[in-house]
């Protein structure tokens, strides 16, 4: 998956980023609301966690200006006000949930797994198709009585081909979710990946298809 961080501190920034992307996640960082504008307006994101007191104002006026675009992406708070109607203005204002500082990062995750596998439309930690479970925590797929511990990578692109059977991903697309512009890698990097789940998936009723200048689908049955 795909975050956008806005945090003005530092310190901050780089143990939330550093703990995402150990769960294999891209984050991209912004420290003030003009930056967070550039980077929504030009990627997409899966999530973005967004802290209020910014350098360069208040970052309701982010989450305002992101809803009034039609953009759906979640959004948790991060913010050290505590107050209930703190939290009931930013709920009203189109933000998903809110985290106040300081906060577990442990919990910070189990917050942004909530709140993704709303936005997938489920409740359940443990997503299955056909004779296939998938548990993002605990990066298992289990395939009839087989199961196979994924590798960061390999479990965030199941993820998203998961969150979308039947619709082709481009390769770019994949490859802008899994990499940063950090990561020394080209997009062929996703077939290696891709190669590594197809072998997962042997035996089950799943299976990736790839589509000659489209992307790749997974496909049921």
Do not use: W
Not at 70 to 88: C, E, F, G, M, Y
Not at 94 to 118: I, M, N, S, W
Not at 157 to 178: A, C, M, T, V
């Amino acid at each position: 998956m795909k975050f956008l961080l806005v945090e003005d501190n530092i310190e901050l920034a780089h143990a939330i980023s550093s703990r995402m992307q150990l769960d294999g996640h891209v984050v991209d960082h912004a420290s003030r609301i003009q930056d967070a504008t550039a980077f929504s307006q030009s990627e997409d994101y899966d999530l973005i966690l967004l802290d209020i007191m910014l350098p360069d104002g208040d970052g309701t006026t982010f989450l305002k200006h992101h809803r009034a675009s039609r953009k759906d992406t979640p959004v948790i708070i991060l913010t050290a006000r505590s107050q209930v109607s703190d939290r009931i203005n930013m709920l009203d204002l189109g933000a998903d949930d809110y985290v106040t500082k300081p906060f577990d990062h442990a919990e910070l995750q189990a917050r942004c797994r909530a709140v993704l596998r709303r936005r997938m439309g489920t409740a359940q930690t443990v997503l299955r198709l056909g004779d296939v479970a998938f548990d993002p925590v605990k990066g298992q797929l289990t395939v009839k009585d087989r199961v196979v511990s994924l590798r960061n990578r390999e479990l965030r692109l199941l993820e998203l081909l998961f969150n979308g059977p039947g619709q082709i991903f481009p390769k770019h697309k994949l490859f802008d979710r899994l990499f940063s512009y950090d990561d020394d890698v080209s997009e062929n990097a996703i077939e290696v990946y891709i190669g590594r789940l197809r072998k997962h998936l042997e035996g089950s009723e799943l299976s990736i298809t790839t589509l000659r200048g489209l992307g790749y689908r997974l496909d049921h049955g």
